[in-house]
T-cell receptor, first 107, second 114 residues
Framework: GIQVEQSPPDLILQEGANSTLRCNFSDSVNNLQWFHQNPWGQLINLFYIPSGTKQNGRLSATTVATERYSLLYISSSQTTDSGVYFCAVESFQKLVFGTGTRLLVSP | NAGVTQTPKFQVLKTGQSMTLQCAQDMNHNSMYWYRQDPGMGLRLIYYSASEGTTDKGEVPNGYNVSRLNKREFSLRLESAAPSQTSVYFC?????????????FGPGTRLTVL
């Protein structure tokens, strides 16, 4: 099946710093989504982005489908950005999740 | 508008006991899903219901059954719980089948099987 790899696995930032999270996938996909899981376990959909670039406030995402990767940018990070970021891609009409990037933003 | 709700939030079972996890959504979505999340891992799909009246197996269906009770509700049943089923269970819904649509997640049920 399709493989989804995320890097880095862990990231520690000082508040105000910028960061880039990466998602590589092993096969072409029609759908890619980014999720944030906050420290209380709640999962929030950030972007539905099979290709191109989208922005939402301090977050933006870019997917280059032909090269099988997606990037999530977090600018001016805040402590509320802490948690785990997952990308998920479609495989045989099912979402397959990566293992996530655990982000800790310290004050 | 509560979104996706799940009950219970926490549960402890003994090996061999049965239980049903409840999920409801109030967004008039057609599709609903059950995932499990194990420590340090992403979510894995257990079962899904593309539309009212249909259910299908996901990646890890063994040991589980589901019921799409109506458009709003989708339950997950463990007939004979095993320690390997200790996990956090998430229910999700989306407007249309399947993945080319945003999925909205419930708060999760943390299940421990002793």
């Amino acid at each position: 099946g399709i493989q989804v790899e995320q890097s880095p696995p862990d990231l520690i930032l000082q508040e105000g710093a910028n960061s880039t999270l990466r998602c590589n996938f092993s096969d072409s996909v029609n759908n890619l989504q980014w999720f944030h899981q906050n420290p209380w376990g709640q999962l929030i959909n950030l972007f539905y982005i099979p290709s191109g670039t989208k922005q939402n406030g301090r977050l933006s995402a870019t997917t280059v489908a032909t090269e099988r990767y997606s990037l999530l940018y977090i600018s001016s990070s805040q402590t509320t950005d802490s948690g785990v970021y997952f990308c998920a891609v479609e495989s045989f009409q099912k979402l397959v999740f990566g293992t996530g990037t655990r982000l800790l933003v310290s004050p | 508008n509560a979104g996706v709700t799940q009950t219970p939030k926490f549960q402890v079972l003994k090996t061999g006991q049965s239980m049903t996890l409840q999920c409801a959504q109030d967004m008039n979505h057609n599709s609903m899903y059950w995932y499990r999340q194990d420590p340090g891992m992403g979510l894995r799909l257990i079962y899904y219901s593309a539309s009212e009246g249909t259910t299908d197996k996901g990646e890890v269906p063994n040991g589980y059954n589901v019921s799409r009770l109506n458009k709003r509700e989708f339950s997950l049943r463990l007939e004979s719980a095993a320690p390997s089923q200790t996990s956090v269970y998430f229910c999700a819904s989306s407007g249309n089948f399947f993945v080319s649509d945003t999925q909205y997640f419930g708060p999760g049920t943390r299940l421990t099987v002793l």
